[in-house]
């Protein structure tokens, strides 16, 4: 039977090319319903919301080699310039349904 219930939270594989070396970032995502990511984005962009906060929202564990709170992530943005994008992308990419194969 087809759960229309999303999972809490989901697991993604994130592959990241920059700094002459490809790296993989395992993270798992909060899901948050359709509204209230509309809402964390609106936020985002009328500068509302910090990009570290809003990655804090929507992460609630990364693989990396510092921690997942508000220093960590800034200290991760700060050193890797786009890596804001890629896990927000991502996580856009991860959250929409679409139809396999047939």
């Known amino acids: ?7 809490e939270s989901f697991k993604s594989t994130l592959t990241i090319v920059g ?3 490809e790296q993989k970032l395992n993270l798992t995502y909060r899901h948050l ?7 964390l984005l609106e936020r985002l962009a009328e500068e ?3 990009v570290a906060q809003a990655i804090l929202d929507i992460v609630v564990d990364w ?7 508000t ?3 800034e200290l991760a943005l700060q050193q890797q ?6 896990i927000i992308g991502g996580y856009t990419q991860a ?8």
């Open 1 to 7: 039977m087809f759960q229309v219930e999303a999972p």
């Open 19 to 21: 700094h002459g070396r």
């Open 33 to 39: 319903p359709v509204a209230d990511y509309a809402q």
């Open 48 to 50: 509302e919301l910090s």
């Open 63 to 69: 693989d990396a080699d510092v921690a997942l709170d």
């Open 71 to 73: 220093a960590g992530v």
């Open 81 to 86: 310039a786009g890596l804001d994008g890629a």
């Open 95 to 102: 959250l929409q349904v679409a139809r396999k194969g047939n």
